[in-house]
């Protein structure tokens, strides 16, 4: 078989590596033969030669270089569903911005959504104002954990729950000893809508 072009097998393989790593999917022959400038019949020939030679991976229109190999398959998708206020409770639209993917061997499986945080009463936590927060869709949260909490009148807030007190009244503690010292929101009726996992933030 003659050897072909090296600087188009190269073109190929960032094709791919491109669709898998940028875009999600993986490319077609036409996506292929359009981004390399290269006909159909032409793609196929170099694809099944690069095949032989261990260049790539490919069968049945699923295609791999050594890069792509090291991608998780398994990912959850996650949507971004507005902020939530680090101090009182405010009323904010849950409209849903975008949908991104987590990958599992990170998040894990959970079924989660994500808030953008809004405020400094949790900068305490390392929980700042604009960083992402992954919360997990979690309604029984244990002493401690971090939670996203609606009262009876429907306006919401990231804080730490701290438990029940003796008035069977939720506490809901911030995180800013500086700012806000032994603050705390008391809720008769709360209603746990999940439990933050995890904050995706700027360094």
């Known amino acids: 078989m003659r050897y072909k072009d090296p600087s188009r097998i190269q073109r190929i393989v960032e094709i791919i590596e491109y669709w ?3 875009e999600g999917r993986e490319p077609t022959i036409e ?8 006909s159909r019949s032409r793609v196929h ?3 099944k030669e690069m ?3 261990g260049i790539i991976s490919y069968s049945r229109r699923h295609f791999d270089t050594s890069k792509t190999e090291m991608i ?3 990912v959850n998708t996650a949507p971004v569903v507005g902020s939530v206020k680090c101090g009182d409770p405010r009323l904010e639209e849950a409209e849903i911005s975008e949908y991104v993917r987590l990958p599992a061997s990170i998040f894990g499986n959970r079924e989660m959504y994500i808030l953008k945080a809004s405020g400094d009463s949790m900068d305490d936590a390392g929980i700042s104002d604009g960083d992402y927060v992954v919360v997990e869709n979690a309604f029984c949260p244990e002493k ?3 939670v996203v909490a609606t009262d009876e009148e429907g306006a919401n807030t990231l804080k730490r ?6 008035k069977g009244q939720a506490e809901l503690a911030y995180e800013n000893q500086s700012r806000y010292p032994g603050e705390k929101i008391l809720l008769d009726r709360a209603r746990i809508q999940g439990i933050a996992r995890f904050v995706i933030k700027k360094l």
Do not use: Q
Request: no cysteine.
């Open 20 to 22: 898998k790593l940028k």
């Open 31 to 38: 996506d292929i033969a359009n981004d390399a400038r290269m």
């Open 45 to 47: 020939a170099y694809l």
């Open 51 to 53: 095949n032989e030679k």
């Open 72 to 74: 998780s398959d398994s």
């Open 144 to 146: 401690n954990d971090i």
């Open 161 to 166: 729950f701290t438990g029940i007190n003796g």
